[in-house]
Each structure stands twice: as structure tokens, then as C-alpha cells.
């Protein structure tokens, strides 16, 4: 049997998201009050799911393929911890064809950490303030 409830706030959303984030959940599922089933995605069901920033180095790229041929495919980046990861996801076109040098502290938003420490759903948000 699943639980049902109806919300009325936002706040009171997010703290029933940290709730079950504690217990493990990876995130909660909300429908539009009186909406009924419908097969494939849905206008009435949304996912909602915690998302983290950070800040990483980029140490390099990797090559684009397919409609990316011929510009950056991923920035490379090194987090705080020395880990490396790539990163794909969030960069438009003329960030592909003009990356930022090597060096360049970037901000990017994850869903969680993988048990090796290496961030899950990363996406580019954009170059780092200078301070």
C-alpha cells in the first residue's frame, strides 16, 4: 500500500523530501491533486529529487562525437579530493566550440555521490566567480 497525502506548502514538501532522503529514498513522486493514471510521462506526475553543487578544475577535455564532432565533447575536472570525472552535460553549443582554459574552476549540480566518490547525473551550471 503507498502513502497518500496531500501537501500545502513547499516548505513542507522539502522537509518530507529530507525525511526520506534520510532513510535512503532517492526522491519523492508528487501528482497534481485528483489526476488519474496515465500510461508513459505524464503532465500530472513529477519527480522530485535533491539536487548539489560543486566546484571542480578542469584538467582537459574529451573530443565530441556524432552531432558534437569537431568541438568538446566533455570537460574533464578534477574535484577538491584529486578525484576526475567527465563532464558533458550542460554545456551549450558555443561553450562546446570556445571551453574554458585549462585551470578554469567551474560549478556543477548532482543528484548524489557513487560509492566511489565520483558525482551521479552531473551536469555543467556554469564558470566560477572570481573572488
Known sequence: VLMHRQLDSTDELVRLLLRYEAMGAEGLMIRAPGSLYEVGRSHTLLKVKPCHD??????????????????????????????????????????????????????????????????????????????
Open 54 to 131: 560543486s566546484e571542480a578544475t578542469v584538467v582537459g577535455y574529451e573530443p565530441g562525437k556524432g552531432r558534437h564532432r569537431g568541438r568538446v565533447g566533455a570537460r574533464v575536472v578534477r574535484m577538491p579530493d584529486g578525484k576526475q570525472f567527465s563532464l558533458g552535460t550542460g554545456m551549450s553549443d558555443a561553450e562546446r566550440d570556445a571551453p574554458p582554459p585549462v585551470g578554469t574552476s567551474i560549478t556543477y549540480r548532482f543528484t548524489e555521490l557513487t560509492n566511489g566518490g565520483i558525482p551521479k547525473c552531473a551536469a555543467y551550471l556554469r564558470r566560477k566567480e572570481a573572488e
